[in-house]
């Protein structure tokens, strides 16, 4: 069957890597060695270790790990993950803080759907769990999901925003990050027409692709330079009998990530190189800033084949949200009817993946808004990664985030606190 071979070699060759690591680190670990002083015996065990963890993680959904924040009583409370909305490609969970009152500022975090896990967002979440209720999409791997749960495109992508949002109601805040800015601007255009009572009080787009023609990156050049039908030839396989979705064609995980590394080859394959010299000299430790890092960065999911080709298709090269002319299901849904939702676009100066004037192009999409309902903020020297989880993010825009939440609030104070 087309592609499924070529996934099962990939596995393949992440199995076989991930036993070649172990076995070395297995052979070169024997006690019997410490008689022989030679550093290559050091080094092999090193090299093992971090390449067994390394092809390890690629599989492994990694944990949330938020077990408890500080709150204002000056008591540590404990913290707990419920799903409140489970859906076959994706779930709407909760951070439910023990022991604390439900907060006025209520906030959904709409995770990236390109290649990782939703726990990519894990230091965002704790950053901001401290001062409200949060809620997260958590998207599941499209490997794990059967066949005859249907397809999953970016129209169907945009009707479970719609979905959650209404869900939560319209004291939500919305803070969308990265990959689903464009769609997320779109489910709240289409709750504006269809159900304006259901909008959220503001939106947050961060380091999104509103319109990728506003400023070239790697990543624009690259969806101008191949054709649909290569693209669909070069990178769409079919999951193997190993999995749930046996037989559902996907974007894997595995290969977006080596697109990933191949765009800083140098700076991971020097941090691959200290870390392994780190082990060798007995320096290295199992949560330090290498494998902190790297246990979520590896850790990849993938994407439904129809939602890949529909975003590069529509959103990068039909620039649909871009002109305003994105439908769903043949329903044009017209920006410009997004009226009362504060919207704010924050870009990063060094970001090479969203660059700057990509995300602010929805400022000018929103016609039907006040001036006054809309905000921007460039975080000068901060990358892709740093305008959301970094220490551009904590020091500099969560305050302004949070800033902009709170003005845009209920001038009386009466916010409405739900325990959803």
């Known amino acids: ?67 408890s924040i500080p709150a204002t009583d000056g008591r540590d409370h404990s913290v707990e993950v419920e799903t409140l909305l489970d859906k076959p490609f994706g779930a709407l969970i909760h951070f439910k803080v023990q022991g604390r009152a439900p907060m006025a500022r209520r906030i959904l975090l709409v995770a990236p759907m390109s290649g990782h896990y939703a726990t990519l967002m894990r230091s ?44 939560l109601g319209p004291d939500i805040n919305v803070i969308a990050v ?23 009080r503001t939106l947050t787009l961060i380091g999104g692709p509103i319109d990728p023609d506003a400023a070239a990156t790697e990543v624009t050049d690259f969806g101008r330079r191949v054709t ?12 193997g009998a190993k999995y749930k979705g046996v037989g559902r064609m996907v974007y894997p995980g595995l290969m977006q990530l080596a697109s990933f590394i191949s765009m800083n080859m140098d700076k991971h394959a020097k941090a691959f190189q200290d870390k392994i010299v780190a082990e060798a000299k007995g320096e290295g430790s199992e949560r330090d800033h290498h494998n902190t890092f790297y246990d979520e960065y590896l850790a990849v999911m993938d994407m439904t084949a129809e939602f890949y080709l529909s975003t590069v298709e529509r959103i990068f090269k039909g620039l649909e949200i871009a002109q305003n002319r994105f439908t769903i299901e043949g329903k044009p849904v017209d920006i410009g009817k997004i009226t009362t939702v504060a919207v704010k676009t924050v870009e990063g100066g060094h970001d090479d993946i969203s660059a700057p004037g990509q995300c602010v192009a929805a400022l000018r999409l929103c016609t039907g808004l006040p001036d006054s309902k809309k905000a921007q903020h460039l975080e000068p020297g901060a990358g892709h990664y740093g305008i959301f989880a970094g ?26 606190m739900r325990a959803v």
């Not at 220490?391 to 409405?416: C, E, H, M, Q, Y």
């Open 391 to 416: 220490s551009s993010w904590r020091n500099n825009i969560r305050p302004l985030v949070l800033d902009f939440i709170d003005a845009n609030a209920p001038k009386d104070g009466k916010a409405t």
């Open 228 to 239: 649909m039908g290569q693209l669909e030839q070069l990178v769409i396989q079919r999951v």
């Open 1 to 67: 069957m087309k592609g499924m071979m070529s996934y099962d070699l990939m596995e393949t060759i992440r199995n076989t890597n991930e036993w070649m690591g172990a076995s070395a680190r297995a052979m070169a670990s024997y006690p019997v060695w410490g008689m022989v002083p030679h550093p290559m015996f050091k080094v092999m065990s090193a090299w093992g270790r971090v390449t067994e963890r390394s092809f390890a993680r690629m599989v492994i959904k990694p944990d949330w790990g938020i077990r």
């Open 124 to 167: 965002t979440v704790a950053s901001l769990l401290p001062d409200a209720e949060v809620y997260v999409t958590d998207w599941h791997n499209a490997r794990d999901i059967p066949v005859s749960a249907g397809k999953f495109d970016i129209e169907d992508y945009t009707l479970y925003l719609v979905e959650f949002m209404r869900f």
């Open 178 to 200: 990265c990959q689903p800015a464009p769609l997320t601007l779109a489910a709240t255009a289409y709750l504006a027409e269809e159900e304006p009572a259901a909008q959220p």
